[in-house]
């Protein structure tokens, strides 16, 4: 008997991973930003507020979600199943998160803005990996 060896998909679980790390630094400034502590750079700078509002405002949410996508980034290396349905939750999350903030956008100029490009990647990312995980679904089972 020969054993099938899987064959994950090493950029999205990449990505997913890095996107975990993202979320959870995200939520961390956010916590900080609400307590008052200083975080070593000015939060009122437009650029620095964009940012912080890519992955979401609420910074327990924001831990939260980085949290389920590093493990299901870390899983999906596996195969597992359970990695499967936390990617497809947090990347759908992901990307109705971005398309309200490029919604947002209306008639402005928003590519006058380099953070807005972003945003306009995490929303691909999430976008597509999503499609990505229900077009290959069988490699879960």
């Keep these: 008997m020969s054993e099938k060896k899987k064959d994950s998909n090493e950029l999205l679980n990449i990505l997913m991973i890095i996107i975990g790390a993202l979320f959870i630094l995200v ?21 620095i507020q964009a940012a912080l509002t890519i992955l979401g405002p609420s910074g327990i949410v924001s831990i939260v979600l980085g949290f389920w996508c590093l493990v299901s980034g870390i899983g999906m290396f596996r195969e597992e199943e359970y990695a499967m349905g936390m990617g497809l939750v947090v990347l759908s999350v992901m990307a109705v998160q971005t398309l309200s903030i490029m919604l947002s956008w209306g008639g402005t100029t928003w590519y006058t803005n380099w953070i807005n490009y972003i945003i306009l990647v995490a929303f691909i990312i999430g976008t597509l990996g999503f499609f990505w995980l229900l077009f290959t679904y069988k490699r879960y089972d």
């Excluded at 307590?35 to 750079?41: C, K, L, N, T």
């Design 27 to 47: 939520g961390i400034i956010n916590i900080l930003a609400w307590a008052g502590i200083s975080v070593g750079f000015d939060l009122s700078n437009p650029a």
